[in-house]
Nanobody
């Protein structure tokens, strides 16, 4: 199982980024997937969730209305579209998946929101 995040970077407040999580080594279309983030000095927090079929999503209150999670099962990829970014969104963003009780994580991608 491998998860590889990409798309992070430095962006000004109010800007947008699209993160990608490329999955391999398993049939990603069978599993719900999540985006988490971890800011310096803080615990890792759940940002967004999507079901295996992509028919249901859920978001942390702090990102509702600004972030959108989606997936393309044909490409084994999950996305996180982030709009209206704020400095407090600065963090390392991770995708994860739980398979048979074990949680797999990617290496993360850094998002920095600063002027």
């Amino acid at each position: 199982v491998q998860l590889v995040e990409s798309g992070g970077g430095l962006v000004q407040p109010g800007g947008s980024l699209r993160l990608s999580c490329a999955a391999s080594g398993f049939t990603s279309s069978w599993y719900d997937m999540n985006w988490y983030r971890q800011a310096p000095g803080k615990e890792r927090e759940l940002v967004a969730f999507i079901t295996s079929a992509g028919d249901r999503t859920n978001y942390a209150d702090s990102v509702k209305g600004r972030f959108t999670i989606s997936r393309d099962n044909a490409k084994n990829t999950v996305y996180l579209q982030m709009n209206s970014l704020k400095p407090e969104d600065t963090a390392v963003y991770y995708c994860n998946v739980r398979i048979r009780g074990y949680v797999y994580w990617g290496q993360g991608t850094q998002v920095t929101v600063s002027s």
